[in-house]
């Protein structure tokens, strides 16, 4: 059982990113603040139940966190022997592996963040949508009438519909355990990291960084339709990549595999620590202080990912999105 201290980022990732001043200690970066702090492993992404589930009686259900300790385990070996190029072969190994990596996608904060947005702006847009067709707003009146047992005034109607209308106007608080939801992509990602070519680089000059969304990935080649998207993992010009410690990563794609350790050049280095910090939630780490990393934490303080509903009838704004710690419950 892993209690309730429950880790964003893996404690066995973060280990590799402890430096020497202190010793054992990682550096976290926080956008929203000046300074940066350090901490042990232990100390460092850390939230309570971050992974539990709260039943009706108010209690919490920690099997997801179990679940995720297990691939931890089983992935803690494997990671040793890539951070020292030996790429597993098409067996269990690279399996066990592929699930880390896709739980480690899906389980960050800024990936239940972002479902917890869609599900929000999904009940939004279904109420604008009602809100502008006459008939179909009339008809949401009579239900709730009927559920209510009494009539509502035009006034009333027309506040209502206002209210639909425009969903900035209000937040919407989304029941924690309604994110991980997110997690369920994770078994189809792990089958496609699984069929990639996977490489290990060593930065030649600098060092990686990692963050508290430290799955990368980026397109090679420009895309041709940006309407239909870059085609995510599947598309044959994807990278993936995953920062293994401040001198070696590990780089996935459909194209070419290297066998022992590719040489990688700093600008390189400086691109992947820019999109780790572009795609991070809220924080970097670091095994050291350095002003360099500073700059970069505030430069994309704002940059957090988001959901993005594009098309269609959509209100100009959609609501706040909250995802409280905890819900409220009956019990006594």
């Known amino acids: 059982m892993a209690g309730k201290k429950h ?55 920690t099997l997801m966190d179990d679940y995720i300790t297990d691939v931890e385990a089983k ?45 929000a702006d999904i009940i939004a847009l279904k109420a604008h949508v009602t809100a502008t067709d006459d008939r179909a707003f009339e008809a949401s009146i009579r239900d709730f009438e009927k ?12 506040k209502a519909r206002e209210q639909l209308l425009n969903s900035s106007g209000y937040s919407v608080d989304v029941p924690k355990e309604q994110t991980l939801i997110a997690m369920e992509g994770a078994d189809k990602l792990a089958k496609l990291l699984f069929e990639m070519k996977w490489s290990v680089g060593q930065a030649k000059n600098h060092f990686f960084i990692t963050s508290d969304n430290p799955i990368s990935r980026r397109m090679t080649a420009k895309v041709k339709n940006k309407f239909f998207g870059d085609g995510g993992f599947q598309h044959k010009d994807i990278e993936v990549t ?21 040489e990688i050049p700093r600008d390189y280095v400086y691109a992947e620590n820019e999109q780790r910090a572009a795609n991070s939630d809220t924080c970097l780490y670091s095994h050291v202080k350095h002003k360099k990393l500073m700059a970069l934490a505030r430069k994309h303080q704002d940059n957090r990912p988001k959901m993005i509903i594009s098309g269609g009838i959509q209100p100009n704004k959609f609501a706040d999105v909250r995802v409280p710690r905890k819900w409220k419950t009956n019990s006594t």
């Open 7 to 61: 880790h964003i980022i893996p404690q066995m990732h973060l280990r590799h990113f402890a430096g020497h001043s202190p010793k054992g200690h990682v550096w976290t970066y926080d956008t929203k603040s000046n300074e940066p702090r350090s901490a042990t492993t232990e100390n460092t992404a850390v939230e309570t139940h971050f992974y539990s589930v709260q039943m009706e009686d108010g209690s919490m259900n």
């Open 75 to 119: 992935a803690a070996p494997i990671y040793r022997n890539i951070l020292d190029g030996k790429i597993p072969d098409k067996d269990q190994k690279k399996a066990d592996f592929s699930t880390f990596l896709a739980i480690m996608y899906f389980r960050t904060t800024a990936m239940r963040k972002m479902s917890a947005e869609l599900y």
């Open 147 to 158: 559920e209510e047992g009494r009539k509502l005034s035009e006034e009333q109607k027309n």
């Open 242 to 262: 995953f920062p293994l410690s401040p001198k070696r990563i590990l780089i996935m794609n459909w194209k070419t595999s290297f066998n022992g350790i590719l």
